[in-house]
């Protein structure tokens, strides 16, 4: 694995845009409803364990969350969304700065939206591509626990969610990726090293 990735450490929180570092640089998002297995996904992908304990800390799980991959490279962990007991109110406050992230934070470069292998689309993740397609940002999805199917259903869910996307004005990528497995790892730092502009090592 790249060392640029292993490097990668927790930079800061923000519950509001104006708290979250200076609009510069290359940015990541990683989004994905709770349980999806993001924060596995971002271990993993960074060769760590821990590093993202900290975005589920109490008070922390609906921040954004920073880290940094060095001084002007950032992945941004977004808050999980669909805890089945949060209000209404709640839901739309959590829109709206979703929204506003999205479509105004200039150094966001890419979104990897992770959704498990067996209830891909939900409404959530609509929402989450109908933002990025507005703004034009690149989406790379994953597939993830893939481990959770055999291989052929997999693949099957693959193109059945690529084929859904097929009409889908911005560029969208979709992969199968297991944290368990170690699974899809390499696809996905090709896709950060694009959207990064990480070109050597
Ligand atoms: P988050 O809420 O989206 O950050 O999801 P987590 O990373 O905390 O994972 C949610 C649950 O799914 C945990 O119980 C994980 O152990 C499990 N999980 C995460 N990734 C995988 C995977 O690749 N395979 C399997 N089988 N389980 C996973």
Redesign the pocket.
């Known amino acids: 694995m790249k060392t640029i990735y292993r490097s990668v450490s927790y930079l800061t929180s923000a519950a509001k845009l104006n708290q979250a570092p200076e609009d510069q640089g290359l940015e990541v998002a990683f989004a994905?409803?709770?349980?999806?297995?993001?924060?596995?996904?971002i271990n993993t992908l960074c060769g760590q364990n821990s590093l993202?304990r900290v975005?589920?800390t109490p008070g922390r799980t609906q921040l954004l969350n920073f880290f940094r991959v060095d001084h002007e490279r950032r992945l941004v962990d977004l808050p999980?969304y669909g805890y089945a007991r949060v209000s209404e109110a709640i839901k739309e406050q959590w829109q709206a700065f979703m929204a506003d992230y999205l479509v105004r934070r200039n150094c966001l470069c890419g979104v990897v939206l992770?959704m498990d292998i067996r209830h891909p689309l939900t409404d959530y993740d609509q929402n989450m591509l109908d933002w990025c397609a507005e703004r034009g940002l690149p989406v790379h999805i994953l597939l993830?626990?893939?481990?959770?199917l055999k291989r052929g259903p997999g693949l099957n869910q693959v193109r059945k969610v690529q084929k859904t996307l097929e009409e889908w004005p911005g560029e969208v990528g979709v992969q199968a990726?297991?944290?368990?497995?170690r699974q899809g790892i390499d696809e996905v730092h090709q896709v950060l090293d694009r959207w990064l502009q990480i070109y050597s090592e």
């Open positions: 994905g409803r709770s349980n999806s297995g993001k924060s596995s996904a993202t975005s589920k999980g992770l993830t626990k893939a481990d959770k990726f297991s944290s368990l497995k």
